[in-house]
T-cell receptor
Framework: GAVVSQHPSRVICKSGTSVKIECRSL??????MFWYRQFPKQSLMLMAT?????????EQGVEKDKFLINHASLTLSTLTVTSAHPEDSSFYIC???????????FGEGSRLTVL | GIQVEQSPPDLILQEGANSTLRCNFSDSVNNLQWFHQNPWGQLINLFYIPSGTKQNGRLSATTVATERYSLLYISSSQTTDSGVYFCAVPRGSGGGADGLTFGKGTHLIIQP
């Protein structure tokens, strides 16, 4: 149990376009989902926290108008990178948490390349 | 916020060797997780270990919460154990409700 799936796993887009990444909890209801970003050979940095039915909470330095997060249901959160630029190229990973449980589970990650 | 330090940063071993990875954290925590990030980037949950010792096959982990550290043991290493090992602790007092803070990881290479 506790499977989190991300899609797409890889995406290449042109500068100025928008890209949407989906994160789904397949076998549990995720009251909270988290979006992380990882640069090559570095650790994971939290970008934002999303709770079902409410606005996401963004970490300091993360542009909320560039990284739109929607958590419309207990099993789906989406991250949309708007007007993407080459510096947005990175590995994005989501994680999900069940209510009352401390353990977090992570998706497979999505590698974004902006040309 | 809480600081997480992992050591060593890099480790190269021959197949069959044993290893110990360490994770120190700067404040008391009520849970801790160990992950293995494989070459494709996926984070695999290894242990959820707020305290005590757990074992899963060739891997085991011990967390001594009062002394603010955790250890991950890998015995009889295999080439498939290669990758980056991260430990992570809750960012706040909510036990994970605020997400996790990650250490910088230990990059493990197992040579045949």
């Amino acid at each position: 149990g506790a499977v989190v799936s991300q899609h797409p796993s890889r995406v290449i887009c042109k500068s100025g376009t928008s890209v949407k990444i989906e994160c789904r909890s397949l076998d549990f209801q995720a009251t909270t989902m988290f979006w992380y970003r990882q640069f090559p050979k570095q650790s994971l940095m939290l970008m934002a926290t999303s709770n079902e039915g409410s606005k996401a909470t963004y970490e300091q330095g993360v542009e909320k108008d560039k990284f739109l997060i929607n958590h419309a249901s207990l099993t789906l959160s989406t991250l949309t990178v708007t007007s993407a630029h080459p510096e947005d190229s990175s590995f994005y990973i989501c994680s999900a948490r069940r209510a009352g449980y401390g353990e977090l589970f992570f998706g497979e990650g999505s590698r974004l390349t902006v040309l | 916020g809480i600081q997480v330090e992992q050591s060593p940063p890099d480790l190269i071993l021959q197949e069959g060797a044993n290893s110990t990875l360490r994770c120190n954290f700067s404040d008391s925590v009520n849970n801790l997780q160990w992950f293995h990030q494989n070459p494709w980037g996926q984070l695999i949950n290894l242990f959820y270990i707020p305290s005590g010792t757990k074992q899963n096959g060739r891997l085991s982990a011990t967390t001594v919460a009062t002394e603010r550290y955790s250890l991950l043991y890998i015995s009889s290493s295999q080439t498939t154990d290669s990758g980056v090992y991260f430990c992570a602790v809750p960012r706040g007092s909510g036990g994970g409700a605020d997400g996790l803070t990650f250490g910088k990881g230990t990059h493990l290479i197992i040579q045949p």
